[in-house]
């Protein structure tokens, strides 16, 4: 079938829903070649996805990954990666503000692909431990109200794409697919999207794979998290329907800033500035980011909040010191898992 959906791609045509799951089916089972792989995955970026195409591919990923079974709904904060912007891990440390708020958070991530810094990479360096299986990871959400899910631990059907994926070095739809395939089938999600005019069918894609209060956000400047430098574009699923509008930090009286102040280094630098963010040393720009994403999280989370109230919580969270307690109980608890 991936010959048929290349040959497809490049006469530009989209693949039906039907098609999408064949191909991923090949390439999540090893029947297709890696220069098979290689060329759809680059014809269908030139060509650009589908609703009807990512909800397939993303169907597959779920139904061939192992499964983690939460015992209440959790969310997940999440960026798709491929900004090209290199920001310090936003949404990772946005999870332990979220988490210290009693809303359990089930995030699923990888090392680095296409940034310099993937949450696995800061959460090792912060002490935690990755490799942790379906049932240790259940035991210590259970117990801290957030865990990590190290892709490559669930989803072993990606290890054939991996290679091609690297050697490509451009962004793909797997890019797209990673946020999508929550191995706890997250009801809740913030995605951030790299792309403004994605978002809207990311939010859609969501909205098919069964999330209920969801949100994919592009900032002006391309990031793939709420920014800070100006125009945020937020596509929500309310009620089964997307509904857009755009946020700026002033309106949650927060000051813009130069994406500079937002970039990030190794990730041990990385790992730092979260820890700073948490204790309450790091004030400005930095901690302000996170108050947005995980005020929009919490938003989602807790019923019948505003997101200017969601925000406050995040402060909260932080300047009681929840929000570090938080780090330093996950970490401990991967540590004993």
Same mark, same amino acid.
């Given at each position: ?87 310090? $891990? ?91 395939? $929550? ?51 937020? $596509? ?33 630098? $990385? ?67």
């Amino acid at each position: 079938m991936i010959k048929e959906a290349i040959y497809k791609l490049i006469n530009h045509k989209d693949l039906t829903y039907e098609e999408s799951l064949a191909v991923m089916g090949e390439m999540m089972d090893g029947t297709a070649t890696q220069a098979q792989m290689g060329g759809f995955l680059t014809a269908l970026r030139m060509q650009g996805e589908t609703i009807d195409e990512i909800t397939a591919f993303a169907t597959v990923m779920r139904e061939k990954g192992v499964k983690l079974h939460p015992e209440r709904d959790v969310m997940e904060i999440v960026g798709t990666g491929g900004d090209e912007v290199g920001t310090f $891990n936003i949404s990772t440390t946005s999870a332990f503000v979220v988490a210290a708020a009693g809303i359990p958070v089930a995030k699923h991530g990888n090392r680095s692909i296409s940034s310099r810094s993937g949450a696995a990479d800061v959460l090792e360096n912060l002490g935690a431990k990755m490799n942790l299986t379906a049932e240790q990871n259940e035991t210590v959400l259970k117990k801290t109200d957030m865990c990590f899910m190290f892709a490559p631990v669930y989803h072993s059907s990606m290890r054939y794409a991996a290679p091609v994926r690297k050697e490509l070095g451009v962004r793909t739809v797997f890019n797209i697919l990673g946020p999508l395939s $929550n191995p706890a089938a997250a009801k809740m999600q913030l995605l951030g999207v790299y792309d403004k005019d994605l978002a809207p069918a990311l939010a859609q894609v969501l909205s098919n794979l069964g999330v209920t209060r969801g949100v994919a956000v592009c900032g002006d400047d391309g990031l793939d998290e709420i920014t800070l430098t100006g125009k945020t574009y937020v $596509n929500e699923i309310r009620n089964g329907e997307i509904i857009s509008y755009t946020i700026t930090p002033e309106q949650f009286g927060l000051k813009s800033c130069d994406l500079s102040e937002l970039i990030g280094g190794t990730p041990k630098e $990385n790992a730092e500035i979260t820890r700073r963010i948490l204790t309450g040393e790091e004030t400005g720009p930095k901690r302000d980011v996170i108050l947005m994403n995980a005020g929009m999280s919490l938003y989602l989370g807790i019923d019948g909040i505003t997101l200017a109230e969601g925000i406050e919580k995040a402060k909260e969270m932080i300047d009681s010191g929840k929000a570090y307690a938080k780090l330093q109980e996950f970490v401990k608890a991967t540590q004993e898992a």
